[in-house]
């Protein structure tokens, strides 16, 4: 099994203070901490193991309990009946092969380990003997005071990197640090002052999970039937944890034949496939939520008790499939009396009415009766459970969350939608609930927000038109209105494409005969001076839309950049067009004395309505051609590919050839190229699209402003 070491506790006694190492752990796995090391250097063997005895008392299986370094403690505590899951070794204590030996397979065994000789060793290991890395100081800290150099986050990263192993970040980590430390690879967080010393362990840790489950895409397993015909069971689960944020998972229980008619048929495969399906995706994935739907009957159920009793899964909702919105019996009698078993392994429970009623053992006299019962039953069961009211007669539909262990008692009210698509509208509720409170959202917000989504579904299941009786929801009508179907390059794919898509304007550029004369020196002085007069005048403002591009840029890198280029493009450049039109004098008003032409106009007109009537994506997407065609150019006018002699330094032209192929203009020309396809590829469709026309129209100006010149002075 692999294990959730998202929040992982390192107990300290004396942090722990007068609230004691014991009742500081309760709270903390109340608020879901998911691994507990008991670390108490200065205790005795037989101290540590009435410690863990305690401990496995109040965890009540609902974390993991390893014990740092003492080994036979851990074995002794075991034959005691303590439930320990394991040890934590540090380099220097027992071997790891050894541990693994007396601890057997399933143990969870971590290892210190912060430099490059240490992983060299963990890959020596036979495979299977560790199962995870604590890695760190992330920083300094006071509770480990002869703790190795900190790592900070980048060392921290480039461990994750090379380590084989999942990798949990310790040493002056907190709650700050979980989104940072979770990006750069982390597989939990290990905490010791930040719970132990926290005036509300169980609060923090809470606030701690919140903040690691948004910081990822939670992993959402269904354990239910198929619907062939794809309106519910698993295949509404997986849609549903789609459209709700999530990645899904499904292991079968059961095979149907059902349309959107009826169920016609039921297959319960052996219950041995159903216990392979779940062992291989524990022994793999860490499951962040469980639904759970139709079990069909007893011994599935028991197998699925089993399972969540090994696993212990930090979310399961349960949605007791029991007859169909058709008026099928979707659950075996016998199986009935199973399922109260299972209802007090789940965190939330969502019965229909007729659902309710069964698990309560009695009929459920209206609304206000159902929320009676509704709250007997989580009492009972120790979960919260949502009562549905779809069933009910008349123009409302309410839903209610009902916990009697914290108090919660929400009533959702809202017009029942008029439709008969409501095939599988329960299987879908339940599984957006658990992804979105695997997401880190409590469940008053993650049961509003799922009813909000699915009532959109409802409203726009008309459009799907599927089968002749009760058609499912839609459940990506809202996603594909707000995001429709566009595919979103990557910066790469932005770049190949734009650089294809204008094949054809590069290709008339290295035919103009102002290019080819260029490269084999026969380009005559007076259209290369006119050349020089025109770029001049297009630089001066050209730096002024760079200089617009700075102001805009939403990161500090890239306002230096484009800021870097506007300087450029005024005293390089400037400078180098000067020392041709007049080499004694330099940058004078005699620069910009030529009148613009026709094309050059055009050019500054149009880089001055982007940069002044659109957004930085768009101008930065105008500004790039002058960069990446000039580049282009030059690097082959220097490779020979015009012919030999632009490479020649008697070439007439050969200090102005030569400005072409700068390789720090080159290297200017790659950033610029990543900053706009990077900004294209996180645009929105339109955006990308105005982005695209922009940089294809400055393309088209930037071959006409080439053929200018040998217009003008040679061809005209």
Same mark, same amino acid.
């Given at each position: 099994?692999?294990?959730?070491?998202?929040?992982?506790?390192?107990?300290?006694?004396?942090?722990?203070?007068?609230?004691?190492?014991?009742?500081?752990?309760?709270?903390?796995?109340?608020?879901?901490?998911?691994?507990?090391?008991?670390?108490?250097?200065?205790?005795?063997?037989?101290?540590?193991?009435?410690?863990?005895?305690?401990?496995?008392?109040?965890?009540?299986?609902?974390?993991?309990?390893?014990?740092?370094?003492?080994?036979?403690?851990?074995?002794?505590?075991?034959?005691?009946?303590?439930?320990?899951?394991?040890?934590?070794?540090?380099? =220097?204590?027992?071997?790891?092969?050894?541990?693994?030996?007396?601890?057997?397979?399933?143990?969870?065994?971590?290892? /210190?380990?912060?430099?490059?000789?240490?992983?060299?060793?963990?890959?020596?290991?036979?495979?299977?003997?560790?199962?995870?890395?604590?890695?760190?100081?992330?920083? !300094?800290?006071?509770?480990?005071?002869?703790?190795? !150099?900190?790592?900070?986050?980048?060392?921290?990263?480039?461990?994750?990197?090379?380590?084989?192993?999942?990798?949990?970040?310790?040493?002056?980590?907190?709650?700050?640090?979980?989104?940072?430390?979770?990006?750069?690879?982390?597989?939990?967080?290990?905490?010791?002052?930040?719970?132990?010393?926290?005036?509300?362990?169980?609060?923090?840790?809470?606030?701690?999970?919140?903040?690691?489950?948004?910081?990822?895409?939670?992993?959402?397993?269904?354990?239910?039937?198929?619907?062939?015909?794809?309106?519910?069971?698993?295949?509404?689960?997986?849609?549903?944890?789609?459209?709700?944020?999530?990645?899904?998972?499904?292991?079968?229980?059961?095979? /149907?034949?059902?349309?959107?008619?009826?169920?016609?048929?039921?297959?319960?495969?052996?219950?041995?496939?159903?216990?392979?399906?779940?062992?291989?995706?524990?022994?793999?994935?860490?499951?962040?939520?469980?639904?759970?739907?139709?079990?069909?009957?007893?011994?599935?159920?028991?197998?699925?008790?089993?399972?969540?009793?090994?696993?212990?899964?930090?979310?399961?909702?349960?949605? !007791?499939?029991?007859?169909?919105?058709?008026?099928?019996?979707?659950?075996?009698?016998?199986?009935?009396?199973?399922?109260?078993?299972?209802?007090?392994?789940?965190?939330?429970?969502?019965?229909?009415?007729?659902?309710?009623?069964?698990?309560?053992?009695?009929?459920?006299?209206?609304?206000?009766?159902?929320?009676?019962?509704?709250?007997?039953?989580?009492?009972?069961?120790?979960?919260?459970?949502?009562?549905?009211?779809?069933?009910?007669?008349?123009?409302?539909?309410?839903?209610?969350?009902?916990?009697?262990?914290?108090?919660?008692?929400?009533?959702?009210?809202?017009?029942?939608?008029?439709?008969? *698509?409501?095939?599988?509208?329960?299987?879908?509720?339940?599984?957006?609930?658990?992804?979105?409170?695997?997401?880190?959202?409590?469940?008053?917000?993650?049961?509003?927000?799922?009813?909000?989504?699915?009532?959109?579904?409802?409203?726009?299941?008309?459009?799907?038109?599927?089968?002749?009786?009760?058609?499912?929801? *839609?459940?990506?009508?809202?996603?594909?209105?707000?995001?429709?179907?566009?595919?979103?390059?990557?910066?790469?794919?932005?770049?190949?494409?734009?650089?294809?898509?204008?094949?054809?304007?590069?290709?008339?550029?290295?035919?103009?005969?102002?290019?080819?004369?260029?490269?084999? =020196?026969?380009?005559?002085?007076?259209?290369?001076?006119?050349?020089?007069?025109?770029?001049?005048?297009?630089?001066?403002?050209?730096?002024?839309?760079?200089?617009?591009?700075?102001?805009?840029?939403?990161?500090?890198?890239?306002?230096?950049?484009?800021?870097?280029?506007?300087?450029?493009?005024?005293?390089?450049?400037?400078?180098?067009?000067?020392?041709?039109?007049?080499?004694?004098?330099?940058?004078?008003?005699?620069?910009?004395?030529?009148?613009?032409?026709?094309?050059?106009?055009?050019?500054?007109?149009?880089?001055?309505?982007?940069?002044?009537? =659109?957004?930085?994506?768009?101008?930065?997407?105008?500004?790039?051609?002058?960069?990446?065609?000039?580049?282009?150019?030059?690097?082959?006018?220097?490779?020979?590919?015009?012919?030999?002699?632009?490479?020649?330094?008697?070439?007439?032209?050969?200090?102005?050839?030569?400005?072409?192929?700068?390789?720090?203009?080159?290297?200017?020309?790659?950033?610029?190229?990543?900053?706009?396809?990077?900004?294209?590829?996180?645009?929105?469709?339109?955006?990308?699209?105005?982005?695209?026309?922009?940089?294809?129209?400055?393309?088209?100006?930037?071959?006409?402003?080439?053929?200018?010149?040998?217009?003008?002075?040679?061809?005209?």
């Amino acid at each position: 099994m692999i294990a959730d070491l998202s929040l992982y506790l390192v107990t300290d006694r004396a942090l722990c203070g007068d609230r004691g190492v014991i009742e500081t752990v309760r709270q903390a796995v109340d608020g879901g901490v998911r691994i507990v090391q008991l670390r108490d250097k200065h205790a005795s063997d037989e101290e540590i193991v009435e410690q863990l005895l305690d401990l496995s008392r109040v965890i009540d299986g609902r974390a993991l309990l390893v014990v740092n370094d003492r080994l036979d403690a851990a074995l002794t505590a075991r034959e005691r009946g303590a439930r320990v899951d394991g040890v934590h070794l540090g380099q =220097g204590d027992t071997s790891v092969v050894r541990a693994r030996e007396l601890l057997g397979a399933t143990a969870l065994i971590g290892l /210190t380990a912060n430099s490059d000789a240490h992983l060299d060793a963990v890959r020596a290991l036979p495979p299977g003997t560790v199962d995870y890395l604590g890695v760190g100081v992330i920083r !300094p800290t006071s509770t480990k005071p002869d703790h190795p !150099p900190a790592l900070g986050v980048d060392g921290f990263r480039s461990f994750v990197t090379a380590s084989p192993l999942p990798c949990v970040a310790i040493g002056g980590v907190g709650i700050a640090d979980t989104e940072t430390l979770r990006a750069a690879g982390a597989a939990g967080l290990a905490v010791v002052s930040a719970l132990c010393a926290a005036e509300d362990p169980r609060a923090d840790a809470a606030a701690f999970i919140r903040r690691w489950r948004r910081s990822g895409t939670p992993r959402v397993l269904s354990i239910a039937g198929s619907d062939p015909s794809g309106g519910a069971g698993i295949q509404a689960d997986l849609k549903s944890i789609a459209a709700s944020g999530g990645y899904g998972m499904a292991a079968i229980t059961a095979l /149907t034949a059902q349309s959107t008619q009826g169920v016609s048929g039921v297959h319960v495969p052996p219950v041995d496939v159903l216990r392979a399906q779940l062992d291989a995706l524990a022994e793999d994935i860490v499951i962040d939520a469980v639904k759970i739907g139709m079990l069909a009957d007893a011994e599935v159920v028991n197998a699925v008790v089993d399972w969540l009793d090994r696993v212990r899964p930090p979310i399961v909702v349960l949605d !007791p499939v029991m007859v169909a919105t058709s008026g099928d019996r979707l659950l075996d009698p016998s199986a009935e009396a199973a399922l109260q078993e299972l209802l007090t392994r789940a965190h939330l429970i969502t019965p229909n009415l007729a659902e309710l009623a069964v698990l309560a053992g009695r009929q459920v006299d209206g609304w206000d009766d159902a929320l009676l019962v509704a709250d007997d039953l989580s009492k009972r069961t120790g979960a919260a459970v949502l009562v549905k009211g779809g069933h009910l007669p008349g123009d409302q539909a309410p839903d209610a969350l009902i916990d009697a262990a914290t108090g919660v008692r929400q009533v959702f009210t809202g017009d029942r939608i008029a439709t008969e *698509n409501t095939h599988g509208t329960g299987c879908s509720l339940s599984s957006a609930i658990a992804t979105r409170l695997a997401r880190g959202e409590d469940a008053v917000a993650a049961v509003a927000a799922s009813r909000t989504w699915l009532r959109e579904s409802l409203r726009e299941s008309g459009t799907l038109q599927v089968g002749r009786g009760h058609g499912p929801i *839609n459940h990506f009508a809202g996603l594909w209105d707000r995001g429709g179907l566009t595919t979103r390059a990557s910066a790469a794919e932005v770049a190949a494409e734009w650089w294809d898509g204008i094949a054809h304007t590069r290709a008339e550029i290295d035919a103009l005969p102002f290019i080819r004369a260029l490269a084999d =020196g026969t380009l005559p002085r007076a259209p290369f001076l006119c050349y020089l007069e025109q770029d001049a005048l297009y630089l001066r403002e050209y730096a002024r839309v760079l200089a617009e591009a700075s102001r805009l840029a939403p990161t500090s890198a890239e306002q230096a950049f484009w800021a870097d280029s506007a300087h450029g493009s005024i005293v390089g450049e400037l400078e180098l067009h000067a020392s041709w039109l007049d080499p004694t004098q330099g940058i004078t008003d005699a620069t910009f004395a030529a009148q613009p032409g026709p094309v050059t106009t055009a050019y500054l007109d149009h880089l001055r309505s982007v940069a002044f009537g =659109g957004g930085y994506a768009e101008l930065v997407a105008a500004i790039l051609p002058c960069f990446w065609l000039y580049t282009d150019l030059g690097e082959r006018l220097h490779a020979g590919e015009f012919g030999a002699y632009a490479r020649d330094a008697e070439h007439p032209y050969a200090s102005w050839l030569a400005t072409y192929a700068d390789p720090a203009f080159s290297a200017a020309t790659v950033q610029a190229v990543a900053y706009v396809t990077q900004a294209a590829a996180v645009a929105d469709e339109e955006t990308r699209g105005r982005m695209r026309r922009a940089f294809e129209a400055s393309s088209t100006l930037e071959r006409d402003f080439f053929r200018a010149p040998w217009e003008v002075h040679v061809a005209g």
